[in-house]
């Protein structure tokens, strides 16, 4: 049972490339969340939406840009890659109704090297 | 300093060995999860607590809300408990705050 997909598991770019990560979710959840993983600093909010059409910037955006035109899925772009965006980077989705002890699905991970 | 301090960073042990995972944090808390995160990158939610003592199986999570710290037991531990085990804790409404992690291995 399939809750948070990415559309990558692996993924090879060049610098300067235009990069779209996907992220789909099947629980209706208000929430998600990207995060970039890198050994030594564990995982590290980029952007999180809280609706559709909503989006704040997490510890490190910059670099980076989402998209949420509807509730399912949740975008991340790189405008122009970098070799400092060689990363794994984590999806994730989180229901509301004010209960703060709503788990957390994550996804499969993308790990995206930039040449 | 790190919010979240996982201890130790890594763990080598011997099949069947009792196994302990460490989580401080300095911030106040609404909840602390323990997450897995196996070779491959998925990772899979453990236990969500924000008092006392949960079990599941051989894993055995607590937390001491006084003393902002967490641990995670591993008991007859197998080498498939190998694993990036991540603490991670709700301060605000939306965000988590994780851990380093702290990198088990079993050997058979």
């Known amino acids: 049972d399939v809750k948070v997909t990415q559309s990558s598991r692996y993924l090879v770019k060049r610098t300067g490339e235009k990069v779209f990560l996907e992220c789909v979710q099947d629980?209706?959840?208000?929430?998600m969340f990207w995060y970039r993983q890198d050994p030594g600093l564990g995982l590290r909010l980029i952007y999180f939406?809280?609706?559709?059409?909503?989006?704040e910037k997490g510890d490190i955006p910059e670099g980076y840009s989402v998209s949420r035109e509807k509730k399912e899925r949740f975008s991340l772009i790189l405008e122009s890659a970098s070799t400092n965006q060689t990363s794994m980077y984590l999806c994730?989705?989180?229901?509301?109704?004010?209960?703060?002890?709503?788990?957390?699905?994550f996804g499969p991970g993308t790990r995206l090297t930039v040449l | 300093k790190n919010e979240v301090e996982q201890s130790p960073q890594n763990l080598t042990a011997q099949e069947g060995e009792f196994i302990t995972i460490n989580c401080s944090y300095s911030v106040g808390i609404s909840a602390l999860h323990w997450l897995q995160q196996h070779p491959g990158g998925g990772i899979v939610s453990l236990f969500m607590l924000s008092s006392g003592k949960k079990k599941h199986g051989r894993l055995i999570a607590t937390i001491n809300i006084q003393e902002k710290h967490s641990s995670l037991h591993i008991t007859a531990s197998h080498p498939r408990d190998s694993a990036v085990y991540i603490c991670?804790?709700?301060?605000?409404?939306?965000?988590?705050?994780f851990g380093q992690g702290t990198r088990l291995t079993i050997n058979p």
């Open positions: 939406s809280y609706d559709v059409k909503m989006k």
């Open positions: 629980m209706d959840h208000e929430n």
């Open positions: 991670a804790v709700r301060s605000g409404a939306q965000k988590l705050v």
């Open positions: 994730a989705s989180r229901g509301s109704g004010g209960d703060s002890y709503n788990e957390q699905f």
